[in-house]
């Protein structure tokens, strides 16, 4: 059984209020957001809306639940003697309004949820939406994303594979698994969706994905945010039990659809006898209910807001400096894998403090104690391009010392003749004139194919024979 935290607000004076989070089954707290709120709007909206203790049944608790970029305040009946029982559930605090609410607010960012409407692509290209937010999002293992390009890629060519998905990108790395495989219970898709809803400091950012075919190369479809945190609430009371799983294997045994019971208990005697599996997919006795599972999901994707990636992206990265503290606002934000990149290449880069000061960064040494500190990092909108061209897998088109030759020769004609262009001579000097084999489809004499190609070490055979990316 899932279980998450969940907020209660209670008021015992005209200026004092009680924070109490407990920690409830998802089944339950699912439950709990059917009900009819009491209220629903900003924060001073449900702090003034929320009436005085003793007024009230004892076992009603007033929740506190996010809803877009609204909260909503949901009165419970919780039935007799729950307050009694569950007195030393969670933690519980006291104070004036303007405490109180800085702790529920605080809780409630901790617990994966953001305070802004879900955003909605439509009609894009979602090959290069999706890469957008995850340079945003994903400081590590950016190459599961190749394992995502492939699958939305594939299904999008296909006229008969499934066009709905869930995507996700977290901090280090990302997920993409179609919508129906999450709803079955028991799964690897399942139990990795429920999973990162546990891992606050994941940054978990959901979003589901419906295509429309592809054309020359570019996978066109929509693309909505979820509320993560509101559907795994959904997911654990709305998922069916696998009954068959369809295997399909190598030749000569084409596949075979086997009972999941037996699958489960006997798989090293199926592999022994069938052979290496190719593909497997789970079946549940009722596809109807299935579908209507999906479908009846997707409409918690309300209050959307139409927008642009680069709009988006700008406006996570603008609330995340917020958050941490930081509000000069002249600073565009920077993973830490960009970040070492940038640093080796001599690039300028800070370590931003809360205090809204910023420290220049040196050395990859000092990059890894801020990590640890876990530290935001930043450039400028100017030196955060010029380290685009160095995140480009390509080769340079001359060597180190015609560089530095070229160099001269431009510095010295910019000098002479027009001083106020000098400034764009970096972003000349830097860029790549030949792309890496992996993209033009050939390797250049001399250069290593494999170091092109080469994909992340964590993908690994499944027991089953099966291929997945060990994440």
């Known amino acids: 059984m899932e279980y998450s935290k969940i907020n209660a607000l209670s008021r015992t004076g005209e200026n004092a209020y009680g ?9 339950l707290i699912h439950a709990i957001r059917q009900l009819e709120p009491a209220e629903s709007g900003s924060w001073e909206d449900i702090f003034e809306a929320l009436p005085m203790a003793g007024t009230y049944a004892e076992d009603t608790l007033y929740f506190v639940l996010p809803h877009s970029k609204d909260l909503w305040l949901v009165p ?8 009694a029982e569950h007195r030393f559930n969670g933690e519980s605090t006291q104070g004036e309004r303007e405490e109180i609410m800085a702790r529920l607010r605080e809780n409630l960012r901790q617990q994966g949820y953001r305070f802004h409407p879900n955003a909605c692509f439509s009609h894009v290209d979602v090959l290069k939406t999706l890469q957008k937010i995850m340079e945003h999002n994903t400081s590590y293992y950016r190459t599961d994303f190749d394992y995502d390009r492939e699958m939305l890629l594939k299904a999008a060519k296909d006229r008969n594979a499934h066009k709905q998905f869930f995507w996700m990108s977290r901090h280090g790395g990302t997920l993409c698994f179609p919508e129906r495989s999450v709803y079955i219970e028991q799964t ?15 940054r978990a950012m959901a979003f589901w994905i419906e295509l429309y075919g592809e054309k020359d190369g570019i996978v066109e479809g929509d693309i909505v945010e979820m509320d993560y945190q509101e559907h795994l609430d959904y997911l654990c009371a709305n998922s069916l039990a696998p009954d068959r799983v369809d295997l399909l294997f190598r030749n000569p045994s084409g596949h075979q659809i086997i009972d999941y019971q037996e ?23 009722n596809e109807w209910q299935l579908a209507n599972i999906a479908v009846r999901g997707r409409v918690l994707q309300d209050g959307l807001v139409e927008t642009q990636v680069d709009n988006y992206v700008q406006q996570l990265d603008s609330d995340r400096l917020c958050a941490y503290g930081y509000g000069a606002g002249d600073m ?22 809360r205090d809204g000061s910023r ?49 001269f020769l431009a510095l010295q004609a910019g000098m002479e003749n ?9 972003d000349i000097i830097i860029r790549r004139s ?18 092109c190609g080469e994909r992340r070490s964590g993908r690994k055979e499944g027991y089953d024979g099966t291929v997945n990316s060990g994440r």
């Open 19 to 27: 924070l109490w989070t407990l920690i409830l089954p998802r089944e």
């Open 76 to 83: 419970a009946d919780m039935g007799k003697g729950f307050c």
């Open 188 to 202: 690897e898709q399942y139990n990795s969706w429920n999973y990162y809803g546990r891992c606050p400091s994941e």
């Open 263 to 285: 699958y489960k208990w006997d798989w090293e005697s199926i592999i022994r006898r069938y052979g290496t599996v190719e593909h497997k997919t789970y079946l549940v006795e």
């Open 332 to 353: 565009a934000l920077v993973g830490p894998q960009d970040v070492e990149k940038a640093v080796k290449q001599g690039l300028e880069c800070f370590i931003l403090n």
């Open 359 to 407: 420290e220049p960064l040196s050395d990859v040494e000092e990059l890894r104690k801020a990590v640890s500190r876990t530290k935001l990092f930043g450039m400028t909108a100017r030196e955060k391009e010029i380290l685009g061209y160095f995140r480009q897998e390509c080769i340079p088109l001359f060597t180190q010392a015609e560089m530095r030759k070229i160099y």
């Open 418 to 426: 027009e001083p106020e262009e000098s400034g764009l001579l970096d």
């Open 434 to 451: 030949v792309r890496c084999p992996r993209r033009s489809g050939s390797a250049p004499e001399g250069r290593s194919r494999r170091r």
